[in-house]
């Protein structure tokens, strides 16, 4: 069985010592405020779901103290612990030119209903074609 009054005073010291308000930690864990509001006036329990939101967005709660005030915090082993930043990929777009004839045909139109209007007033500023294994080709008409 939980103490929730032992849970509620071990969490606005997690809240404290990373410098937030009920505000801003609910925002960073993902749940209400008026969640966070409710568990720290003893009116509700803290359920499963927000415990383990807590546990993954601060590493450092380790989660036998959090439920029953045993262990340490911050854990100092996962304070030491970094953990890396994923690396940005930045996609490389490729741009080759559109075929010299103005007439441009479509390779098995999926619809009977497709038409491409060659008008005079409209033309093709650029096409994009999407292959399945993510990559894709751009044809600018410039």
Same mark, same amino acid.
């Given at each position: ?5 032992? %849970? &509620?005073? *071990? ?5 404290? %010592? ?6 801003? %930690?609910?925002?960073? $864990?993902? $749940?209400? *405020?008026? &969640? ?11 359920s499963l779901d927000f415990v383990m939101k807590v546990l993954s967005h601060f590493p450092e709660v380790e989660l036998y103290w959090l439920m029953n005030g045993k262990g340490v915090?911050?854990? +100092?082993?996962? &304070? +030491? ?10 996609? $490389?777009?490729? &741009?080759?030119?559109?075929?010299? !004839?103005? !007439? ?8 009977? !209903? ?10 093709? +500023?650029?096409? $994009?074609? %999407? ?12």
């Amino acid at each position: 069985m939980i103490n929730t009054e032992g %849970f &509620t005073k *071990r969490l606005q010291k997690v809240i404290d %010592f990373y410098g937030e308000s009920a505000s801003s %930690f609910a925002e960073k $864990v993902g $749940v209400q *405020r008026s &969640t966070i509001s409710h568990i720290l006036s003893g009116r509700n329990k803290p359920s499963l779901d927000f415990v383990m939101k807590v546990l993954s967005h601060f590493p450092e709660v380790e989660l036998y103290w959090l439920m029953n005030g045993k262990g340490v915090f911050p854990n +100092e082993n996962k &304070t +030491e612990e970094k953990i890396p930043e994923t690396p940005k990929v930045e996609k $490389v777009e490729k &741009t080759i030119p559109p075929p010299k !004839n103005e !007439n441009v045909e479509i390779p098995n139109p999926s619809s009977s !209903n497709f038409s491409l209007n060659t008008s005079s007033e409209k033309k093709i +500023e650029r096409i $994009v074609i %999407f292959y399945t294994d993510g990559s894709f080709q751009n044809f600018n008409n410039s």
